[in-house]
């Protein structure tokens, strides 16, 4: 299928693989891009030069394109954009900060940069900085998240509304189905995220994996809003942080206790305890770990079906 997107990328389905901290390397965006999707490469949980290495994995297991994400807390960042500069990465995913920073650099040098937001507000920001495409991220979503707490149901229609460039939905799409959903509210293209933690070439830990399999309705919560808001499912780490809730903990408290590499120690070194471990509510109708190319596949065929059924409505 063509449309915006895919023109834009020079892909063949409007299906991106959201660029996730301990979760997505050169596996996991290799192979999606080879099955016809964007795979992105998820550049806030790596050293400079262990991107360095990803992104040259990546272009020896692909000839498609691919992207990577930079979530613009890293301290390091410019380091980060020279390297993505200098291997001649042409698709940059930018969250977490402010567009107008980096927008133009990356566009002055040949860059497609898309931006995630999570309300209209920071949407028309991101057009305004220039960007090429915007993805707008509900409140479902696994991982970091706006404090507004807006769903993809609403934020969609209500950024599409404001902006004119292609605008790619993300929070809660995990099939077919949710994919066909939000394009009816005027998504051009979807990132995917916690449904690609649970396939066999995300760098995320078996033990994650499985739990992410297992995870039912309610077993995820967006909390620490005075931090960075984050939804993770509910383990040891989450009820030592309702218990600094109740025991009403200063910022400063609540800092100390996420402490340093809590994600890494979660979803990729596997303590389902201790570690913080970021998903999405969409966990509870993911079942099985799958082969990155199958979910694509997977996704394009039940998507193809339900247009078909809901010309009978
Ligand atoms: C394990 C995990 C790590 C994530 N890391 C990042 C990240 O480094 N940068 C970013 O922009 N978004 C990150 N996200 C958010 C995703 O890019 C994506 O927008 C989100 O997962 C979409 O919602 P879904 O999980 O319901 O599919 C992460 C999400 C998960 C589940």
Redesign the pocket.
């Known amino acids: 299928m063509g449309n915006r997107i895919t023109d834009l990328f020079g892909i063949q389905y409007p299906i991106i693989q959201?660029?996730?901290?301990?979760?997505?390397g050169w596996r996991l965006a290799s192979a999606v891009s080879n099955a016809g999707g964007l795979g992105i490469i998820?550049?806030?949980?790596m050293y400079p030069e262990v991107l360095r290495e990803h992104i040259e994995k990546c272009k020896l297991a692909t000839n498609k394109p691919f992207g990577v994400?930079v979530?613009m807390l890293y301290p390091d960042l410019e380091k980060l954009m020279e390297i993505i500069v200098e291997l001649d990465v042409k698709i940059v995913?930018t969250?977490?900060g402010n567009p107008k920073t980096w927008t133009t650099y990356l566009k002055d040098r040949g860059i497609i940069v898309v931006h995630?937001v999570s309300s209209v507000k920071f949407a028309l920001k991101a057009e305004e900085a220039g960007v090429d495409a915007i993805?707008a991220?509900?409140f479902?979503?696994?991982?970091?998240?706006g404090r507004d707490e807006t769903t993809t149901l609403t934020l969609i229609p209500a950024v599409k509304e404001k902006i004119s460039i292609p605008l790619i939905a993300?929070?809660?799409?995990?099939t077919g189905r949710s994919m066909l959903a939000v394009m009816v509210l005027g998504a051009d293209g979807v990132?995917?995220?916690?449904?690609f933690?649970a396939s066999n070439e995300a760098s995320?830990h078996p033990l994650f994996k499985q739990k992410v399999v297992e995870a039912g309705e309610g077993a995820t919560q967006l909390t620490l809003k005075e931090l960075a808001p984050v939804?993770l499912i509910k383990n040891k780490f989450y009820s030592d942080i309702q218990k600094a809730y109740a025991g009403c903990a200063t910022v400063e408290e609540l800092k100390s206790l996420l402490g340093r590499a809590r994600a890494k120690k979660g979803?990729f070194e596997g303590d389902m305890e201790e570690g913080e471990l970021?998903?999405?509510?969409?966990a509870a109708i993911i079942h099985e770990i799958k082969p990155a190319a199958q979910i694509v596949m997977d996704m394009m065929e039940e998507f193809t079906i339900a247009k078909a059924e809901v010309k009978h409505l």
Not at 140 to 145: I, P, S
Not at 170 to 174: E, F, M, S, W
Not at 278 to 282: F, L
């Open positions: 959201a660029g996730m901290v301990w979760a997505s998820g550049a806030g949980s994400n979530p995913f969250s977490a995630v993805v991220e509900g479902e979503a696994g991982g970091h998240n993300a929070g809660g799409i995990a990132q995917v995220g916690s449904r933690v995320s939804r979803m970021e998903i999405g509510q969409v």
